[in-house]
């Protein structure tokens, strides 16, 4: 066969629409380059899983393996484990929720359940709304179904309800095409900020004037460093959908999340499940349930927690070293990552390269809108996996990178100025 034959497509115009319209995840292209030992990688979302205790590990799994083989082994119902289910509830109690387990549906994973919900509920043209940046894993999980994604700028108390309210005015009330509304409250990813309690119940006050659904997604919110408790959406409306997920307070492997919502809701998304891969992981279940159950859990929560607490003020300390004036970022209070925000002639995505040489990683900023051309200026970085002296040599190269394309532009201005000064 010629070389002409391999190098034709014989798939792409088989390819549905929708795979076209869908986005490639950032951290994904990302993730063999953080691989290199020679890189210092701000990009993942990872949680340091060198933390765990292995002897609480084993006891999970071995109890998973014990008596309960034969049904952690097997395929099992759709929802999930009852016992699992259980054991989640009394999670979410811990955090102010209130649920049954007929409320709960175990996913692989929360971006499983982002999934979900837009197969369940979205046809192509219907508009969802999010925070502006948004999380990238969730733009791709709802592009697939080719909706009108409406991104709402946020502050440092979060989504600003003055443009949600515009934005909703335009949109209109009893408009059958807005169909939900996605935020991330607690340590929003990748902007790392909190939305405020005042906010909170306006937004719960605006979905039932123009009658709206609230997700909910919340994988950081017991990772927090400083301030009080948020009282989560769900608490103020019991109709918001929750996600939840033990992947930032166990072990992202196992690829355990939740959805909390009314029944008739779960009976719906169920049956968006069962086509997709019928039921999630009996023996990623079992090993989670008996973790949150029958091991001290909660130690080594405060473990992750003084760790990247750690991280996180060195991380904040070494931007205020290295960084220039014209940078300004978040000072999250939990969570697992800061936004960046650089002059306007700065482009980030196009920095990469330079950063990579440099041995430095980071997410540029317009993978986290739906549309890739705002943002371009920014960068989520991220401080949970590197340990302290790490980051704060990952922020000085990152530093030199940027100093590089400050010098540029003052030169280029300059450049000009003495041109224009010529001419006249």
């Known amino acids: ?34 691989m290199r030992p020679d890189i210092i990688s701000l990009s993942g979302g990872m949680p340091d899983v060198s933390l765990l205790p292995e002897r609480e590990i084993r006891k999970a799994t071995e109890a998973a393996l014990g008596q309960r083989r034969a049904q952690a082994l097997q395929y099992g119902p759709t929802d999930g484990n009852l016992t699992t289910r259980e054991v989640l509830c009394d999670l979410m109690r811990d955090v102010g929720i209130r649920c049954k387990p007929e409320e709960v549906l175990i996913t692989t994973g929360a971006q499983e359940a982002l999934d979900l919900i837009a197969r369940t509920f979205i046809d192509p043209g219907d508009i969802i709304l999010a925070e502006g940046p948004t999380y990238l894993g969730a733009l791709q999980a709802f592009s697939a179904y ?3 994604i409406r991104c709402i700028d946020f502050d440092n108390d979060g989504m600003r309800m003055d443009l949600l309210e515009a934005e909703l005015e335009r949109i209109g009330k009893g408009n059958p095409r807005l169909k939900y509304c996605y935020v991330i409250p607690n340590f929003q990813n990748p902007g790392g ?18 009658d709206f659904m609230v997700i909910e997604d919340d994988p950081y919110g017991r990772l927090r460093y400083e301030g009080g408790h948020m009282i989560p959406l769900k608490m103020l409306d019991h109709d918001v959908i929750y996600l939840g997920t033990i992947s930032k ?22 049956l968006a499940k069962q086509g997709g891969d019928l039921c999630g992981s009996q023996f990623d279940q079992v090993v989670v349930e008996h973790y949150f159950r029958d091991t001290p859990w909660q130690q080594t929560l405060k473990r992750f927690i003084e760790v990247y607490d750690e991280r996180r003020r060195t991380m904040l300390a070494a931007l205020e070293e290295y960084f220039p004036p014209e940078a300004h970022w978040t000072h999250p209070q939990g969570g697992l990552f800061i936004w960046v925000t650089l002059p306007e002639y700065v482009d980030t995505a196009s ?14 900023g317009d993978s986290f809108y739906p549309d890739g051309k705002r943002g371009k200026n920014s960068m989520r970085i991220n401080f949970s996996f590197e340990k302290p002296e790490n980051i704060t040599e990952a922020i000085r190269r990152l530093a ?8 540029l532009y003052r030169a280029f201005i ?11």
């Open 1 to 34: 066969m010629t070389d002409a034959y391999f190098k034709f497509d014989r798939y792409d115009g088989r390819v549905a629409h929708r795979i076209h319209e869908m986005r490639r995840s950032a951290v994904r292209d990302l993730f063999s380059a953080a």
């Open 351 to 364: 920095m990469l390269g330079a950063a990579l040489e440099a041995g430095v990683t980071y997410v540029p």
């Open 400 to 407: 030199g990178v940027i100093e590089e394309r400050l010098e």
């Open 193 to 210: 900020v909190t939305m405020a309690a005042d906010r909170r119940k306006r937004l719960i006050e605006l979905s039932h004037e123009y």
């Open 146 to 148: 080719e909706p009108d």
């Open 414 to 424: 300059k450049a000009g100025a003495l041109k224009e000064a010529e001419v006249q």
């Open 249 to 270: 307070i166990f072990a992202p492997g196992l690829r355990v999340g939740w959805i909390v919502a009314p029944t008739q809701c779960l009976s719906k998304i169920n």
